[in-house]
């Protein structure tokens, strides 16, 4: 079956502008995880997804960023006014339970570079 | 708070050794535990996963790990590396009742093979 899908799979971007990024989970799975991948900073859990309730929004760095999600299924992440310390490899991924440890699906990434 | 820590950013091994990358965990009740590996420009695919089962957990690709309560460690073994292992690797954590499951990852180690 269909993977986790993740759009653009790039994008390049001035600093000051702002950026949406897609993911498309795996049918059915109820939850939803983004996460940032840097150079600096390793894998981050950004923020987590149970239906369309974000219930957990502890890992979003800034008021800049900010996430929804729409009919339980497709994402979108959104960091507005753009800076360059957001570069970064933005990961989603889908799981279809909750608390007992179920696995999480990632999607490819998308690689964000702010100039 | 929970935090994973993998010693050594960088392992190297011949092709046909044995393979062993550290992670341990530090966490105020007996966690879930993860094994991910990636591949350049990819996303993150799962090994292997510990739930409160058996200590010792098979995953994919001739990889396992052994849960070790009294070292608070996880750590990944191959008894014998393939040139197609080289990749990076995370280990990572979530913690039962943890809302969502969020995971929290070490900093990963990257692992290449000697022909």
């Known amino acids: 079956g269909a993977g986790v899908s993740q759009s653009p799979s790039n994008k390049v971007t001035e600093k000051g502008k702002d950026v949406e990024l897609r993911c498309d989970p795996i049918s059915g799975h109820t939850a939803l995880y983004w996460y940032r991948q840097s150079l600096g900073q390793g894998l981050e859990f950004l923020i987590y997804f149970q239906g369309n309730s974000a219930p957990d929004k502890s890992g979003l760095p800034s008021d800049r960023f900010s996430a929804e999600r729409t009919g339980g299924s497709v994402s979108t992440l959104t960091i507005q006014r753009t800076q360059q310390e957001d570069s970064a490899v933005y990961l989603c991924a889908s799981s279809p339970m909750r608390l007992k440890g179920g696995e999480q699906y990632f999607g490819p990434g998308t690689r964000l570079t702010v100039t | 708070a929970q935090s994973v820590t993998q010693l050594g950013s960088h392992v190297s091994v011949s092709e046909g050794a044995l393979v062993l990358l550290r992670c341990n965990y530090s966490?105020?009740?007996?966690?879930?535990l993860f094994w991910y590996v990636q591949y350049p420009n990819q996303g993150l695919q799962l090994l292997l996963k510990?739930?409160?089962?058996?200590?010792l957990v098979k995953g994919i690709n001739g990889f396992e790990a052994e849960f070790k309560k009294s070292e608070t460690s996880f750590h990944l073994t191959k008894p014998s590396a393939h040139m197609s292992d080289a990749a990076e690797y995370f280990c990572a954590v979530s913690e039962p009742g943890n809302q969502g499951g969020k995971l929290i990852f070490g900093q990963g180690t990257e692992l290449s093979v000697k022909p």
């Open positions: 510990y739930t409160s089962a058996a200590t």
């Open positions: 966490s105020s009740v007996p966690p879930y």
